[in-house]
Structures are given as structure tokens and as C-alpha cells.
């Protein structure tokens, strides 16, 4: 059950980090280039969820255990 709730956390945190990098896309209407627009969203801690939200689940999922993670 715990690994269950971890999982989704992650999974949470990262669905809502992209959310945040698509809205995220209008920076390039306003003239920002895409070097510009990678640096910006590395630097925003709301986009960094996004990598610890993946690494939450790929941690989960392939760590070994008593019980086993099916959704």
C-alpha cells in the first residue's frame, strides 16, 4: 500500500510539473528562444518536480520487495 501511495505521489508531482512547462511554452511567443526557454524552466523549482516525480516512480517500480506494485 505504501509503494502504491509513493508511486502515485510521484505521478502527481509529475503531471503536475508538466503542466507547468507547457504553460509555460507562451514564454516563446514573447520572443524567447529555446536555449532561453530550457534555461528558464531548469532554474523553476515547480519544473524540478518533474524529474523528482519520475525518479519517485522509477525508483518504486523496479525496487524489489515483499509486495509487488500492480496498477
Known amino acids: 500500500m505504501f ?3 509513493l508511486f ?3 505521478f502527481g508531482l509529475t503531471i503536475i510539473s ?3 512547462i507547457i504553460m509555460y511554452l507562451n514564454l516563446l511567443t514573447l520572443g524567447y ?3 532561453e526557454y530550457v534555461n528558464f ?3 523553476r523549482f515547480e519544473c524540478m518536480n518533474f ?3 519520475t525518479l519517485l516512480m522509477l525508483i518504486i517500480y523496479f ?3 515483499k509486495y509487488e506494485l500492480y496498477l
Open 63 to 65: 525496487l524489489g520487495g
Open 51 to 53: 524529474f523528482i516525480g
Open 18 to 20: 508538466l503542466s507547468y
Open 41 to 43: 524552466i531548469s532554474r
Open 33 to 35: 528562444n529555446f536555449l
Open 8 to 10: 502515485l505521489f510521484g
Open 3 to 5: 509503494k502504491t501511495f
